[in-house]
């Protein structure tokens, strides 16, 4: 499995950047992706998902500005970031088999505690928003 997130950069505060995570290794279509970002001294904090049913789940704080979507045919999952905002920066990991800290799946939830050292993780791609 491999996941390759790019796309991250540095922009002022409304501004806007695409993320991209290229997969392969594994089924794409039939799997539940996840960005997770992780700013600066911060613990991880699920933002959004994108099932394999093309469902879409979005964070309070990234709804009406974020939108993923996955395109099956490229093996690719993207996140466009609109009207970016100071406090969106830091570290973007696109993921799989995202679970929570008690070994649950993480599903469709929108909260809960993450725990990076299950599932699969790319290397992650800096956004950094500053005027």
């Known amino acids: 499995v491999q996941l390759v997130e790019s796309g991250g950069g540095l922009v002022q505060p409304g501004a806007s950047l695409r993320l991209s995570c290229s997969a392969s290794?594994?089924?794409?279509?039939?799997?539940?992706l996840y960005w997770v970002p992780q700013a600066p001294g911060k613990g991880l904090e699920w933002v959004s998902t994108?099932?394999?049913?093309?469902?879409?789940f979005y964070a309070a704080s990234v709804k009406g500005r974020f939108t993923i979507t996955r395109d099956n045919a490229k093996n690719t999952v993207y996140l466009q970031m609109n009207s970016l905002k100071p406090e969106d920066t830091a570290v973007y990991y696109c993921?799989?088999?995202?679970?929570?800290?008690?070994?649950?799946?993480?599903?469709?939830?929108?909260?809960?505690?993450?725990?990076?050292?299950?599932?699969?993780w790319g290397q992650g791609t800096q956004v950094t928003v500053s005027s």
């Open positions: 993921v799989r088999d995202l679970t929570t800290m008690d070994g649950s799946t993480w599903g469709t939830r929108t909260a809960g505690q993450i725990n990076k050292g299950v599932g699969y």
């Open positions: 290794g594994f089924t794409f279509r039939n799997s539940c």
């Open positions: 994108a099932t394999f049913g093309a469902t879409t």
